[in-house]
T-cell receptor, first 115, second 113 residues
Framework: DSGVTQTPKHLITATGQRVTLRCSPRSGDLSVYWYQQSLDQGLQFLIQ???????AKGNILERFSAQQFPDLHSELNLSSLELGDSALYFC??????????????FGPGTRLTVL | DAKTTQPPSMDCAEGRAANLPCNHSTISGNEYVYWYRQIHSQGPQYIIH???NNETNEMASLIITEDRKSSTLILPHATLRDTAVYYCIVRVPGYSSASKIIFGSGTRLSIRP
């Protein structure tokens, strides 16, 4: 158990809908990262937040957005869902900062199925 | 694109040492080598990281060559629970845009009884 929690574990929805995935980082961690893992793309970095501010962006679609709240939990919002958005979505957290404090610990993931 | 090259698959007998190689010939001076593994569809699990010295923890050892262009992850006594995909990653520690983890294809390690 990494200490990172994600809800829900599974989500089934229809094309065109909007969903919100939630992540609670490990106690004391300030950084949150989101990753998408699909069968054909592997694990892809989406976005990173540090203490409420966006720090880095990866291959995140414009239909997707994220935020980190004052209590440091994070939400990933996916809208206008398409079949190709079906994937595992992982959240990771780290203390943040330099060597020794930025190792990322991953949550168990949310499996999204778009029908 | 991933900055590392790993064999797509390997196998190892249970109880033996599993040695997983990784090539990172373009590594820069401030990049560390990290290893993660993913068991089935679980979240990736951190194993170990290092800069230039060999490192050891309760899970594994990391051997980095002197020129830092390659490394080897060693699981000293592999068990069936070590069956997973192992990812070798190079990155700059911290929370800048250069610090994001770029996963490659990894090595699928199978442990045989």
């Amino acid at each position: 158990d990494s200490g990172v929690t994600q809800t829900p574990k599974h989500l089934i929805t229809a094309t065109g809908q909007r969903v919100t995935l939630r992540c609670s980082p490990r106690s004391g961690d300030l950084s949150v990262y989101w990753y998408q893992q699909s069968l054909d793309q592997g694990l892809q970095f989406l976005i990173q937040y540090y203490n409420g501010e966006e720090r880095a962006k990866g291959n995140i679609l414009e239909r997707f957005s994220a935020q980190q709240f004052p209590d440091l939990h994070s939400e990933l919002n996916l809208s206008s869902l398409e079949l190709g958005d079906s994937a595992l979505y992982f959240c990771a957290s780290s203390v943040g900062g330099g060597p020794g404090t930025d190792t990322q610990y991953f949550g168990p993931g949310t499996r999204l199925t778009v029908l | 694109d991933a900055k590392t090259t790993q064999p797509p698959s390997m196998d190892c007998a249970e109880g033996r040492a599993a040695n997983l190689p990784c090539n990172h010939s373009t590594i820069s001076g401030n990049e560390y080598v990290y290893w993660y593994r993913q068991i089935h569809s679980q979240g990736p699990q951190y194993i170990i990281h290092g800069l230039k010295n060999n490192e050891t923890n309760e899970m594994a050892s990391l051997i980095i060559t002197e020129d830092r262009k390659s490394s080897t992850l060693i699981l000293p006594h592999a068990t069936l629970r070590d069956t997973a995909v192992y990812y070798c990653i190079v990155r700059v520690p911290g929370y800048s845009s250069a610090s994001k983890i770029i996963f490659g294809s990894g090595t699928r390690l199978s442990i045989r009884p």
